[in-house]
C-alpha cells in the first residue's frame, strides 16, 4: 500500500444518526484493511478488519465496512450513532503477503457525538 | 489482562536531555513495535522488532534508539531530546508473525520538550 486517504477530519453527527466515514488507499496489489478507535487519553484499538472472503465486515458495537476493491475504498458506517462513539478513528492498510511494519496509518477522522 | 503496558504516560524533557520509554506485553507476542502520532499524520513507525535480539527501522527513527533483549520488553530511548520529537508515542505488538497488519496498542506515552 503506498498511501491511505480519510476525507474528513473532523464528524460532527447527532445522537442516533447514521454516520459514514470515508477511506481510500492505493496499491497495486491485494490489502488488508483495518479500522482502528482511540477513545480520549486511550491507545488505539481494532474495530473491525478485513482479511479475505465477505466484503462486508462488521464490529461488535454495530458498525460496519464494506471493502470495495473498483474504488479502492472501505468506508466505515453505522445506522445510528451512540454518545460512546465519540473518538477518533483510523483507517490502516497493509499489503498481503507482507510484514506488519508496513502498515500505513490514515491521518484519522475525529467523529463528535452530538447530544 | 494487562496486554501492553507503557509507562511513563505523562513526561517533560527539556531539550538534550534524555530519557527512556518503557514498554512490556503479557502476550508472548514476538513482534513488538513503536509508533508516534501526531496531529493530523496519522501514526508513523519509529522501530520495530521481529523478535528477541532483533530490531530494524521504520519511517521516522532518526533520534530514537531501540533495543529488545527480551520478548516481553522493548524500550524507546531517546539520547537528546528535541522539541520535533513532541508527540504521543505508543508501542504495538503484533500476535500472529505479523503477516495481516493487525496491532495491540498501549496506551500512549505522552511526552513534550521544552
Known amino acids: 500500500a503506498q498511501s491511505v486517504t480519510q476525507l474528513d477530519s473532523q464528524v460532527p453527527v447527532f445522537e442516533e444518526a447514521p454516520v459514514e466515514l470515508r477511506c481510500n488507499y492505493s496499491?497495486?496489489?491485494?490489502?488488508?484493511l483495518f479500522w482502528y478507535v482511540q477513545y480520549p487519553n486511550q491507545g488505539l484499538q481494532l474495530l473491525l478488519k478485513?482479511?479475505?472472503?465477505?466484503?462486508l465486515v462488521e464490529s461488535i458495537n454495530g458498525f460496519e465496512a464494506e471493502f470495495n476493491k473498483s474504488q479502492t475504498s472501505f468506508h466505515l458506517r453505522k445506522p445510528s450513532v451512540h454518545i460512546s462513539d465519540t473518538a477518533e478513528y483510523f483507517c490502516?492498510?497493509?499489503?498481503?503477503?507482507?510484514?506488519?511494519?508496513?502498515?500505513?496509518f490514515g491521518p484519522g477522522t475525529s467523529l463528535s457525538v452530538i447530544p | 489482562n494487562a496486554g501492553v503496558t507503557q509507562t511513563p504516560k505523562f513526561q517533560v524533557l527539556k531539550t538534550g536531555q534524555s530519557m527512556t520509554l518503557q514498554c512490556a506485553q503479557d502476550?508472548?507476542?514476538?513482534?513488538m513495535s513503536w509508533y508516534r502520532q501526531d496531529p493530523g499524520m496519522g501514526l508513523r513507525l519509529i522501530h520495530y522488532?521481529?523478535?528477541?535480539?532483533?530490531?530494524d527501522q521504520g519511517e521516522v527513527p532518526n533520534g530514537y534508539n531501540v533495543s529488545r533483549s527480551t520478548t516481553e520488553d522493548f524500550p524507546l530511548r531517546l539520547l537528546s531530546a528535541a522539541p520535533s520529537q513532541t508527540s504521543v508515542y505508543f508501542c504495538?505488538?503484533?500476535?500472529?508473525?505479523?503477516?495481516?497488519?493487525?496491532?495491540?496498542f498501549g496506551e500512549g506515552s505522552r511526552l513534550t520538550v521544552l
Open positions: 478485513y482479511l479475505s472472503g465477505s466484503t
Open positions: 522488532s521481529v523478535g528477541a535480539g532483533i530490531t
Open positions: 490502516a492498510v497493509s499489503d498481503e503477503g507482507t510484514s506488519y511494519d508496513k502498515v500505513i
Open positions: 496499491s497495486s496489489v491485494s490489502v488488508y
Open positions: 502476550m508472548n507476542h514476538e513482534y
Open positions: 504495538a505488538s503484533t500476535p500472529d508473525g505479523g503477516d495481516t497488519g493487525e496491532l495491540f
